[in-house]
């Protein structure tokens, strides 16, 4: 059992993750959030990407399971002396982890490591390609506001291309019901998307009319390769989102954004920290608790497999 891709979850299954969810949200508000449900069980941090969000999320929901949590530092690990990755999953296999979370820069590489390990695998984004467990968060997030997906409206703006929270998202939500506007400069928008079931916009002023959420994403220079880079200023002024843009969604929109976030380039900074519209602090503390739910999830399902 793993979580890999959004495209392998059903309606059901991604419900049944969020209602999961749900208990975690109020266990995370005690003063002792400590559980012995995973007691006993070996999760694996295997980032090879930065990170410092997905990272610290995934850890402190291992721990406050009560699961034995290895932070694999990759830096020192025998990649460095020429180990292949799958070498590298093989040898961590032979240890009996329960689970591995896997970051890394190499697009389905999560899928490959899922089919060579005993372990449960939890893709925690894979290049351009998915980021399941971001997706699930921001579902939570937004049910949790409006208590329902079916007939919203959600817009997406920015660097769609190579943004593996776009992909997972525009899975999720579409699946769940919402409506999905994509919205950046031509360059930014994939060739492909046109399969998915989402509406295509150029421009911020038509891509928000009538939306209740706005999803902010930041170019992600690292991956762009061999084209131009926008300008900063000019980039903000087209599709960086201020008051002033926020006004042609609808009159009660929220603002959300996975991080990190580049201020005064994608959101403006005191829209980011208006917590009357801004929803960024609360899909962190909506982090944890899916991530607590996958967990638990994932090795309950292994159990009864194995068994």
């Given at each position: 059992i793993h979580l890999v891709e959004t495209a392998d979850l059903n309606k059901k299954e991604i419900e049944f993750?969020?209602?999961?969810?749900?208990?975690f949200i109020n266990f995370n508000k005690k003063r002792v959030?400590?559980?012995?449900?995973?007691?006993?069980?070996?999760?694996?941090?295997?980032?090879f990407?930065?990170?410092?969000?997905t990272r610290t999320s995934f850890e402190v929901?291992?721990?406050?399971?009560g699961a034995d949590l290895i932070n694999v530092a990759v830096k020192d690990s025998s990649i460095n002396k020429g180990e292949t990755l799958l070498d590298t999953m093989t040898t961590i296999n032979s240890m009996n982890p329960d689970v591995l979370i896997v970051r890394h820069p190499e697009e389905g590489i999560s899928k490959r490591i899922s089919m060579n390990v005993d372990a449960c695998v939890i893709n925690a984004g894979d290049g351009s390609h998915e980021h399941p467990?971001?997706?699930?968060?921001?579902?939570?997030t937004i049910k949790k506001k409006f208590k329902k997906f079916e007939n919203l409206k959600i817009a997406i703006c920015g660097d769609i291309l190579h943004s593996r929270v776009a992909r997972s998202n525009i899975e999720i939500l579409s699946t769940l019901g919402s409506n999905i506007n994509v919205i950046g400069p031509k360059t930014l928008i994939p060739k492909d998307i046109k399969k998915?079931?989402?509406?295509?916009?150029?421009?911020?002023?038509?891509g928000l009319k009538e939306c209740d959420i706005v999803m902010m994403l930041r170019i992600q220079k690292e991956r762009i390769v061999g084209s131009h880079t926008p300008n900063e200023k000019e980039y903000f002024k087209k599709f960086g989102l201020d008051y002033k843009k926020l006004y042609y969604a609808n009159k009660k929109a929220f603002v959300m954004h996975p991080g990190p976030m580049n201020r005064g380039v994608e959101i403006d900074s005191r829209l980011a920290d208006d917590i009357t519209r801004s929803l960024i602090q609360e899909q962190v503390t909506m982090g944890v608790a899916i991530r607590m739910a996958c967990l638990e999830i994932l090795i309950n399902n292994r159990d009864s497999y194995v068994n």
């Open positions: 993750i969020l209602d999961e969810a749900k208990k959030k400590k559980s012995n449900l995973l007691e006993g069980r070996t999760v694996f941090n295997l980032f990407e930065d990170s410092t969000r929901a291992a721990k406050r399971l467990t971001q997706a699930l968060l921001d579902a939570l998915k079931r989402v509406k295509i916009f150029y421009n911020m002023k038509e």
